[in-house]
């Protein structure tokens, strides 16, 4: 099962660097999410942190959903922008683009810092990445992607961040979608990754480990440790996908058994419903109808091996080009209204 993963194209890219300058120069004006001083068109002026305590990670007070709360209220439709308002009020990742990875990391960690918050950070730019499917691409070469690593760590800093490494990589290792000459180098460069990553001082490291839908933790273990698993913080489950929060849950404790007791994170974003069942099974990930927003992200998930539930998928965000979709990483209104009303208040 491939799992498009709603990664930025390049104008895309351009703007994430575009908001990691804003957030610095924010920092600059000493201008915060909670700053009343701000223009009543400003989204930023109404989207606030979360209570630290519960929820550690930073709000985005200018990302797509703000903006698209502001909009709607500067045409009077306040029940639409009520809606949206959910996505908005959370902390969503933030994916690094290409570009400029030093740029945005550094822009993205220090908005967080300045509200005394964690930023959340998703790369993903593996080669070969998503075996040709709708989030194609990644870097041109292992050289290329060890330069984008290290721009990302310059960036970081000693700044805190929690990372969510490569969704895919290491399932397509597992699948089959990956060709076997590409399988020693790609286990090269995540280890690598997870390694540069962790020598940060305030970097938290979570290899992805695919979800409870895709097959049975014994396929992937080995893998992971391949990859570095040992030496990050953990793994994540249910990246942009819709499994609930139980039955990755479960997933996760059966694979942590596996690999040393390590703890995990669940991407809760969408799984609001559950996974989609109908329509074809090789396209159910992509742009499901009937989902909804799942538990607000949170470090106190009641689980000893679960650090967060995390909205590493950025709700509103397109799949790909499927059921009506724009390209995968584009804003979907509609869509994202759909998720935020079949959602509980």
Known sequence: MYVSRGVPASARARARASAAVLGAALLVTG??????GKEPGDAGARITQQPKGADPFWVNPDGTAARQVAAYEKDGKDAEADQIRKIAEQPTAEWIGTEDPEREARGFTEAAAASDRTALLVLYNIPH???????????????????????VARGIGDRPAMVVLEPDAVLHLVNGCTPDELHEERYDLLKGAVAKLKSLKNTKVYLDAGNAGWGHPDQIFEPLRWAGVDQADGFAVNVSNFYSTEESLAYGKQLSAKVGGKHFVIDTSRNGNGPYTGGSPDERWCNPPGRALGEPPTTRTAAPLVDAYLWVKRPGESDGECKDGPKAGAWWPAYALKLARASTP
Do not use: E, L, T, V
């Open 31 to 36: 201008c915060s999410s909670s700053d009343d």
């Open 129 to 151: 990445r998503d075996c040709g499917q709708y989030s194609q691409g990644g870097a041109a070469d292992g050289d290329a992607y060890r330069a984008w690593i290290d721009g």
